[in-house]
């Protein structure tokens, strides 16, 4: 990811090995990290079990908030594409308990149909 994506809020995606070795202690038995994608310092990660958001404030990014979602928990989400003079896709997730969706926005270098496919195969796939 370029300084100027970062600096424009895109996300991209994230080499799973690497988020591994950072955010590995997070995890519970059996649970796989699959995909992960960088939004400037935050992060969110989908496991085999869960979405994990990783949100690091302040000017240091030393406070982190941990949001862990059940993906039984999400209830529907939604993908706003790319257009001619807007450049960014957007991704938002409503949950269960919250009135407002979570929303993630990508640049045109990640392509948001593959973002909600990974979506949509832990949501809608019964376990």
């Given at each position: ?60 990014g030393k406070k982190i908030e941990y949001h862990s ?42 392509n948001i149909y593959d973002v909600h496919a990974v ?9």
């Amino acid at each position: 990811m370029g300084l100027f994506d970062g600096l424009m809020g895109n996300a991209s995606e994230v080499k799973v090995e690497d988020v591994k070795k950072e955010f590995g202690n997070l995890l519970i038995q059996n649970e796989k990290i699959e995909k992960a994608y960088k939004l400037i310092r935050d992060l969110f990660i989908f496991s085999n079990k869960r979405l994990i958001l990783i949100d690091k404030q302040g000017m240091t990014g030393k406070k982190i908030e941990y949001h862990s979602i059940p993906y039984k928990n999400i209830t529907h989400f939604s993908i706003e594409t790319a257009g001619t003079f807007d450049l960014d896709a957007e991704l938002k997730i409503w949950v269960s308990g919250m009135s407002e969706p979570i929303g993630k926005t990508f640049n045109k270098q990640l392509n948001i149909y593959d973002v909600h496919a990974v979506l949509a195969n832990y949501v809608l796939t019964e376990k």
